[in-house]
């Protein structure tokens, strides 16, 4: 039994195929993980080469660096795999071994949650980088007209401050984000009744 794709009018038809427009942009963000492959690879060759002159809080923070790199790159996965099957086209991988488990149910409300999930993620690891360079805060302020060698910091007193209430900020975002889902879920479940 074969199923025929109903026909579109000319009008619905330009509407729908507009969906295609998002490919460059999808295309692009695949590029833009290629540049964070490269970071990724740099940073982790900087720390092989320099393990042996580094201390535990330089290998700490580049280490950091790293898992930073890695979320923000499985930040990127999920927008464009999330968002090409949600918002272009399926990606027919049912069946396919390899097939992301959380794709099987994603739609805009999911990805939504799960982006938040992760730029959450993305912050806190920032937060940490900031807690661990607060222990210098005394110090001056690095720039280039300080002498080579000479402690200093990028960490600011105030600067910590903003990044814990942009933190908490998205938290709260995020906290809004799922229980406005849930209230949207609950109430489609009460219509479905």
Not at 110 to 115: A, Q
Not at 156 to 162: D, K, L
Not at 167 to 181: N, R, Y
């Amino acid at each position: 039994m074969s199923t025929q794709t109903p026909r579109l009018g000319p009008l619905p038809a330009l509407i729908f195929s507009s969906r295609w427009l998002q490919l460059p942009l999808y295309l692009g963000l695949i590029l833009a993980q290629c540049v964070y492959v490269f970071l990724f690879l740099k940073d982790l060759w900087h720390l092989i080469r320099d393990a042996g002159h580094l201390t535990e809080q330089g290998i700490m923070l580049i280490v950091l660096g790293l898992i930073d790199v890695v979320m923000i790159s499985n930040l990127l996965v999920m927008v464009i795999v999330g968002g090409y099957e949600t918002f272009v086209s399926r990606l027919n991988l049912q069946g396919h071994p390899d097939q992301p488990e959380w794709l099987s149910h994603v739609n805009a409300s999911v990805l939504k949650v799960k982006l938040a999930m992760a730029i959450i993620g993305i912050s806190s690891i920032h937060l940490l980088k900031t807690f661990i360079e607060a222990g210098s805060l005394g110090l001056p302020l690095c720039g280039p007209e300080l002498a080579a060698g000479v402690l200093c910091t990028k960490a600011t007193a105030t600067g910590v401050m903003w990044q814990t209430i942009i933190h908490c900020v998205f938290i709260l975002s995020a906290i809004g984000i799922a229980w406005t889902d849930r209230l949207m879920a609950h109430a489609h479940a009460k219509g479905a009744h």
